[in-house]
């Protein structure tokens, strides 16, 4: 996947746009932590198009990870680690955060709900470049709900976002984040949430998509 850089964050309208307050408008920055993505085996790479009859009921595969290659223990020194095996084990153990919103909502020309808060997954782990679903792995305390954009509405922009949680965050809950209910999504003050939490972003990715009937 194509990492994510300033250019193809203001083309998106990323930066400087809705999303100012969650993505660094720094010109230099860039992501830690690669973040897969896919609809039906389809991957997102930053604005890829999708219907939303393709994404309305299935939960996206998520993954990510920056593994770097661990050095063998040597034979003098069987007892001791590596640095590389020491920060492989730090990163085996940190946990994350994902955020799925739409700041589109209800339609890019009029954007009054934005965020609207689609999917939230905590203390997720990583499965790797290879592994499987990380979403498998965490706490969903926002039940999926696939984009929904009108027919008669522009192509609506969503985003992905993956957040490292600092050491020894607790557990969260649904109230922590707002109840499941349509009208309890909208207007999700991610960079605040973001920011009590105490999370740093790590990862990002994008896609847009439309409803069924749209022929724009």
Same mark, same amino acid.
């Given at each position: 996947?194509?990492?994510?850089?300033?250019?193809?964050?203001?083309?998106?309208?990323?930066?400087?746009?809705?999303?100012?307050?969650?993505?660094?408008?720094?010109?230099?920055?860039?992501?830690?932590?690669?973040?897969?993505?896919?609809?039906?085996?389809?991957?997102?790479?930053?604005?890829?198009?999708?219907?939303?009859?393709?994404c309305k009921s299935t939960k996206p595969v998520v993954r990510f990870g920056a593994p770097?290659?661990?050095?063998?223990?040597?034979?003098?020194?069987a007892a001791e680690e590596t640095t590389e095996q020491q920060e492989k084990k730090k990163?085996?153990?940190?946990?994350?955060?994902?955020?799925?919103?739409?700041?589109?909502?209800?339609?890019p020309d009029d954007p009054k709900f934005a965020f609207w808060r689609h999917w939230v997954?905590?203390?997720?782990?990583?499965?790797? &470049?290879?592994? *499987?679903?990380? #979403?498998? =792995?965490?706490?969903? !305390?926002?039940?999926?709900?696939?984009?929904?954009?009108?027919?008669?509405?522009?192509?609506?922009?969503?985003?992905?976002?993956?957040?490292? &949680?600092?050491? *020894?965050?607790? #557990?969260? =809950?649904?109230?922590? !984040?707002?109840?499941?209910?349509?009208?309890?999504?909208?207007?999700?003050?991610?960079?605040?949430?973001?920011?009590?939490?105490?999370?740093?972003?790590?990862?990002?990715?994008?896609?847009?998509?439309?409803?069924?009937?749209?022929?724009?």
């Amino acid at each position: 996947m194509p990492t994510p850089s300033a250019p193809p964050l203001q083309s998106a309208g990323l930066v400087p746009g809705p999303a100012t307050a969650l993505l660094p408008a720094s010109t230099d920055w860039r992501p830690t932590t690669q973040l897969h993505v896919a609809f039906g085996g389809e991957d997102v790479e930053l604005g890829t198009f999708f219907r939303a009859g393709e994404c309305k009921s299935t939960k996206p595969v998520v993954r990510f990870g920056a593994p770097a290659s661990a050095t063998p223990l040597p034979s003098a020194a069987a007892a001791e680690e590596t640095t590389e095996q020491q920060e492989k084990k730090k990163r085996n153990k940190r946990r994350y955060t994902f955020l799925m919103i739409d700041p589109d909502a209800p339609t890019p020309d009029d954007p009054k709900f934005a965020f609207w808060r689609h999917w939230v997954v905590t203390g997720l782990s990583s499965g790797g &470049e290879t592994g *499987g679903d990380c #979403a498998d =792995t965490g706490n969903e !305390v926002t039940e999926y709900l696939g984009p929904g954009p009108k027919d008669d509405s522009k192509p609506h922009r969503y985003l992905f976002l993956l957040y490292q &949680e600092p050491d *020894g965050m607790q #557990a969260l =809950t649904k109230a922590d !984040v707002g109840g499941d209910e349509f009208v309890q999504r909208r207007s999700f003050d991610a960079a605040t949430f973001a920011a009590r939490q105490g999370l740093v972003l790590v990862g990002m990715n994008w896609m847009t998509c439309a409803g069924d009937g749209w022929s724009g």
